[in-house]
């Protein structure tokens, strides 16, 4: 294995595992500043807000700036970030820190991305993206729920401190071992906007914002959602965490082969209606251990599940723009996850924790919905174009 890609990887982890580990510590968070749950749940939507709409800036303004050089300020400006959190003496300091720890994501996450792909020979570059984005997928089944156990085990401080650690060692294997990345053509914001004049594009992103909206509402809370699953105890949270990550990351590795074989709408399509049936259950489901098991191995399968589909879907849609679509899809996906937290800090007041499962349902189904819209627009563009070829001969 290219240890270069590996280090690049390890900063990816260390970023995953700060976008999802508040989940695991949200109430001795609460508990810590003297808010409540609600309050305490933006701490993720600031971060997630702040890498979303900063990824596509960043990369733009900054694409003549050294690769290496750029990761590794953004590693620290994480770094540093998420030590400010950890010593946040209120919570008004915690989402400034937080909004910087966001930047220092979008510095570093699609730089890392790119430049794994430019390291390598041009027939590696497919596996060399998997790698890196691995790292992100791995958070949630290993980085997440090791931070949540020494948030209970502890203090949630020192979870802040674990994230900052990873990331410094991720720093000193990109300072130790990429010494050259090659710097790729300059792509300017309006290029990276101007695919949305393209309806199907729109669509999918669609499709993409309201289903992570979806996920994430649950997934922000999840210590209250599963509270009478979880009973107080930081290794069954630990546990149940770990079973949404792993889930994901099997789904994902099982993904290439279904597309093959039945395709990327029905994989996209199967993996919605299981979340559909799955929130709109969590109101029983996650009232005892057994039947949270079942639930969340589900949820954590379809969840993860849609993000390989819908990457497809976006590349065939528009192959010489992919690194740019790619992008949005990320950072649209950052945009669900800061909308869920808005979102579900209001439905925690409104339906209460062991019912926000009735929120994600209509987002799900939404996220439904438009996928079937996108991919009719796909049909219709496609017979449009074969129309005019039959035409032209």
């Known amino acids: 294995m290219d240890k270069r890609l ?7 982890f260390a970023l ?17 500043f003297d808010v409540s749950i609600g309050v305490a749940g933006q701490l993720t939507t600031v971060y997630a807000l702040a890498y979303a709409l900063l990824s596509p800036t960043i990369a733009a303004a900054a694409a003549h ?22 010593w946040a003496p209120s919570i008004a300091l915690a989402l400034v820190a937080r909004a910087l720890a966001g930047l220092g994501a979008a510095m570093y996450a699609p730089t890392a991305m790119g430049s794994g792909t430019s390291i390598v ?6 596996f060399a993206l998997a790698i890196v984005v691995a790292g992100l997928t791995a958070s949630t089944a290993l980085g997440s729920p090791i931070g949540t156990v020494i948030g209970g085990l502890g203090d949630w401080r020192w979870t802040m401190v674990f994230v900052s650690s990873v990331s410094m060692i991720a720093a000193v294997g990109i300072a130790l071992f990429l010494s050259h990345i090659p710097m790729a053509p300059a792509i300017s914001l309006k290029q990276r906007l101007s695919v949305f004049s393209d309806h199907r594009v729109a669509l999918t992103l669609l499709t993409t914002l309201l289903v992570q909206c ?12 599963f509270d009478r699953a979880i009973g107080g105890n930081p290794i069954i949270l630990a546990a149940l965490l770990v079973l949404f990550g792993l889930s994901g990351t099997l789904m994902n590795l099982a993904n290439g082969r279904l597309i093959d074989k039945i395709g990327t709408r029905k994989v996209l399509t199967g993996v919605l209606i299981v979340l559909m049936v799955v929130t709109a259950t969590f109101g029983w489901s996650s009232a005892t251990l057994a039947t949270a098991v079942v639930a969340i191995a589900l949820y954590g399968a379809a969840g993860w599940g849609q993000l390989v589909p819908q990457q497809h879907n976006l590349v065939s849609l528009v192959p010489s723009a992919a690194p740019i679509v790619l992008g949005l899809n990320t950072s649209v996906t950052y945009i669900g996850v800061a909308s869920a937290g808005v979102i579900g800090a209001a439905g925690l007041q409104v339906v209460g924790p062991h019912h926000l499962g009735y929120i994600s349902f209509f987002l799900m189904t939404g ?21 005019k070829t039959v035409t032209s001969a």
């Open 6 to 12: 590996l280090t690049l990887a390890l900063g990816m």
């Open 16 to 32: 995953g595992t700060d976008s999802f580990v508040i989940a695991g510590v949200l109430p001795q968070v609460a508990h810590s």
């Open 65 to 86: 700036i050294n690769r290496k050089g750029l990761m590794l300020s953004g590693l620290g400006v994480f770094i540093a970030a998420n030590l400010a959190t950890a």
């Open 121 to 126: 020979a041009p027939e590696k570059r497919g």
């Open 214 to 225: 979806g996920t994430f509402i649950i997934y922000t809370y999840f210590a209250v959602v």
């Open 367 to 387: 996220a439904l919905l438009a996928s079937r819209v996108a991919q009719r627009a796909t049909d219709n563009h496609n017979a449009k174009l074969q129309a």
